[in-house]
């Protein structure tokens, strides 16, 4: 019995290299093929190398337009919409708990000013 075992894929990888070195010998030629992850792993080398400047977001004019709102025809120019949708999420922000990220479009309270327009407490809002 033999020490190691020889896998069926070495012997056809062994039998590939040798028919090529028969075909060099006989035709002087070397024939090879692009491998298939040849192109796959040319990732890192670019094609130009870029020197202008990178194009602006509004100059690729796929901006929104007025068409493109999905807000029924009532909800559009309307001035209140905007404060109407902040009190609601507010509201359901409060009422249900939930973390709701557009919370987090309101910037966060200036403690010392607000303990100066509230200085007619007995206790200030900083020692609270």
Same mark, same amino acid.
């Given at each position: 019995?033999? %020490? $190691?075992?020889?896998?069926? #894929? !070495?012997? &056809? $990888? $062994? @039998?590939?290299?040798? &028919?090529?070195?028969?075909? &060099?010998?006989?035709?002087?030629?070397?024939?090879?093929?692009?491998?298939? @992850?040849?192109?796959?792993? #040319?990732?890192?080398? %670019?094609?130009?190398?870029? =020197?202008?400047? %990178?194009?602006?977001?509004?100059? &690729?004019?796929?901006?929104? @337009?007025?068409?493109?709102?999905?807000?029924?025809? +009532?909800?559009?120019?309307?001035?209140? !919409? *905007?404060?109407?949708?902040?009190?609601?999420?507010?509201?359901?922000?409060?009422?249900?708990?939930?973390? =709701? #990220?557009?919370? !987090?479009? $309101?910037?966060?309270?200036?403690? *010392? *000013?607000?303990?100066?327009?509230?200085? !007619?407490?007995?206790?200030?809002?900083? +020692?609270?």
């Amino acid at each position: 019995m033999a %020490p $190691f075992i020889i896998n069926r #894929s !070495y012997i &056809l $990888f $062994f @039998t590939a290299v040798l &028919l090529i070195i028969l075909h &060099l010998k006989e035709e002087g030629e070397l024939k090879t093929a692009q491998s298939c @992850t040849e192109v796959l792993q #040319s990732f890192h080398c %670019p094609a130009k190398r870029h =020197v202008s400047s %990178p194009i602006k977001a509004s100059a &690729l004019g796929r901006g929104i @337009t007025d068409e493109d709102d999905p807000r029924p025809d +009532e909800y559009k120019n309307n001035p209140g !919409y *905007q404060d109407m949708v902040n009190m609601l999420t507010v509201n359901y922000c409060w009422s249900t708990g939930r973390d =709701v #990220s557009w919370r !987090y479009k $309101f910037g966060k309270c200036n403690i *010392q *000013q607000a303990a100066q327009d509230h200085d !007619y407490e007995k206790l200030l809002l900083t +020692e609270i």
